[in-house]
């Protein structure tokens, strides 16, 4: 079974620049969540969707960051424009349905802003 | 709201020593509570979860973990460390109304020769 994709891996871009990250959850798995992982800290939720619809996206700032899921199946969170302290590991994970099941996680994308 | 304090943010042992890892959290009810492992440039795999029912969860790798409710805690361990199991470890928890799941900072985990 494949596991979560993500891409690009790594990307660094200038502040104020905009960037866009993929993700692909495994078969089947209706829940998706971003997370946002700074340097030296736990996951924190952005976002999660439940087929192509919103369920939290309460810790998502809004001025700059965007997330879709147009077709319940994969993701793309976008940040324009990015500033110094956008700069972590962005992590997509998938579940069958809702928290209660295990989450899988892909391997992230590193992003550094300068 | 959910918390979680993971003590101590490194950890280091001996091949073969004992591996504890604590984590405690705060919550009205009792929560739903995981244990996950980072290697680096990877994303998370779950180890273990509590959720109902005995309190010593096994786990893979060999690592359990041990729910203690008077103690609000949820510590992660190993009777003998291996190189392999040097990584991050994050301990979190899900209300049980299913809204987030709250990490805490992780310990990492250094097994020395």
């Known amino acids: 079974e494949a596991g979560v994709a993500q891409s690009p891996r790594y990307k660094i871009i200038e502040k104020r620049q905009s960037v866009a990250f993929w993700c692909n959850p495994i078969?089947?798995?209706?829940?998706l969540y971003w997370y946002q992982q700074i340097l030296g800290q736990g996951p924190k939720l952005l976002i999660q969707?439940?087929?192509?619809?919103?369920?939290?996206d309460s810790q998502l700032p809004k001025d700059r960051f965007s997330a879709e899921r147009l077709k319940g199946v994969d993701s793309t969170l976008k940040i324009q424009p990015a500033k110094l302290e956008d700069s972590a590991v962005y992590l997509c994970?998938?579940?069958?349905?809702?928290?209660?099941?295990?989450?899988?996680f892909g391997p992230g994308t590193r992003l550094t802003v300068l | 709201a959910q918390s979680v304090t993971q003590l101590g943010s490194h950890v280091s042992v001996s091949e073969g020593a004992l591996v504890l890892l604590r984590c405690n959290y705060s919550s009205s009810v009792p929560p739903y509570l995981f244990w996950y492992v980072q290697y680096p440039n990877q994303g998370l795999q779950l180890l273990l979860k509590?959720?109902?029912?005995?309190?010593l969860v096994k786990g893979i790798n060999g690592f359990e973990a041990e729910f203690k409710k008077s103690e609000t805690s949820f510590h992660l361990t190993k009777p003998s460390a291996h190189m392999s199991d040097a990584a991050e470890y994050f301990c979190a928890v899900l209300e049980t109304s299913g809204s987030r799941l709250t990490f805490g900072e992780g310990t990492q985990l250094t097994v020395n020769p």
């Open positions: 994970a998938s579940s069958y349905s809702g928290f209660y099941n295990e989450q899988f």
């Open positions: 078969s089947g798995h209706a829940t």
């Open positions: 969707f439940q087929n192509n619809g919103v369920v939290d």
């Open positions: 509590y959720t109902t029912g005995a309190t």
